[in-house]
């Protein structure tokens, strides 16, 4: 399969290490898949997990730094090590690699020798596009909270609406809708997307967003004075198709 890429590879992988097989009769691997790929013009992304690739303490066991990541990185693969902050030990777990934003192959296995064979492992291949760029959603959106360099523009985007009711503005106001992407204002008021408001009391404004990432977001009324809707920050998330988010304004 990653033969046949022709434009992008994304790989998600808590243990990327090399896997060495014979293949027409002459020995391969799985990161010179990766490598062959980058050479004939590929785009290589490689999103692991920090704790695995990198020297670190794991209950009480002190590990040395992993050559995988650096190697991949020399071979012009973009790799993202990803060091999940939600718990001591917690980890990016995944197990999944993205073929030209169409197929899908997960599971239980790794990229390393013990899965390959010795363990009793699972290995699914998707050849379906829908599921493909779900997985590609999760990607994106690990890329946006982990990559310092994540530009939105190399990546798909997905046309999202928002719907948001509300029947008390007065006249001349606006309902605006801001959040913690760049896309929505950046928090900002005055650089937040105004809805249309046309059916009154429904407003809706459709907006292109990454695809598959996690944001937060708000309505407020804009006129005179800023009046932001009541009650905790929402937290979404961009779909994987287009799609419509809808909430009642809180007052």
């Known amino acids: 399969l990653l033969d046949e890429a022709e434009a992008r590879v994304v790989l998600m992988m808590f243990?990327?290490?090399?896997?060495?097989?014979?293949e027409n009769g002459r020995p391969t691997s799985l990161l010179t898949k990766l490598k062959e790929a980058v050479a004939r013009g590929v785009e290589v992304t490689a999103i692991l997990d920090h704790g695995v690739h990198?020297?670190?303490?794991?209950?009480g066991v002190i590990t040395e730094d992993d050559p995988t990541d650096e190697a991949l990185?020399?071979?012009?693969v973009h790799v993202v090590?990803?060091?999940?902050p939600y718990g001591r030990y917690a980890a990016m777990h995944h197990k999944v690699v993205v073929i030209d934003d169409a197929i899908a192959v997960t599971g239980a296995f790794n990229w390393y020798h013990d899965a390959a064979y010795l363990n009793d492992e699972d290995q699914l291949v998707w050849r379906d596009a829908r599921v493909a760029r779900t997985y590609l959603g999760e990607a994106v959106d690990l890329l946006h909270r982990y990559d310092p360099t994540f530009d939105a523009t190399e990546w798909p985007s997905v046309e999202v609406t928002f719907e948001v009711r509300h029947d008390g503005t007065r006249w001349g106001e606006h309902l605006v809708v801001t959040g913690d992407l760049p896309e929505l204002g950046a928090w900002s008021p005055d650089a937040g997307v105004e809805l249309d408001g046309?059916?009154?009391?429904?407003?809706?404004?459709?907006?292109?967003?990454?695809?598959?990432?996690?944001?937060e977001a708000k309505a407020l009324v804009r006129g005179d004075t800023t009046t932001w809707e009541r009650g905790a920050d929402r937290s979404l998330r961009v779909p994987s198709e287009p799609g419509t988010l809808r909430w009642d304004f809180v007052r």
């Open 73 to 76: 990185e020399a071979a012009g």
């Open 54 to 59: 990198e020297a670190s303490e794991h209950y």
């Open 81 to 84: 090590r990803v060091d999940n």
């Open 198 to 215: 046309s059916a009154f009391p429904v407003w809706r404004v459709r907006v292109a967003l990454p695809i598959g990432v996690r944001f």
């Open 15 to 22: 243990t990327a290490k090399d896997v060495t097989y014979e």
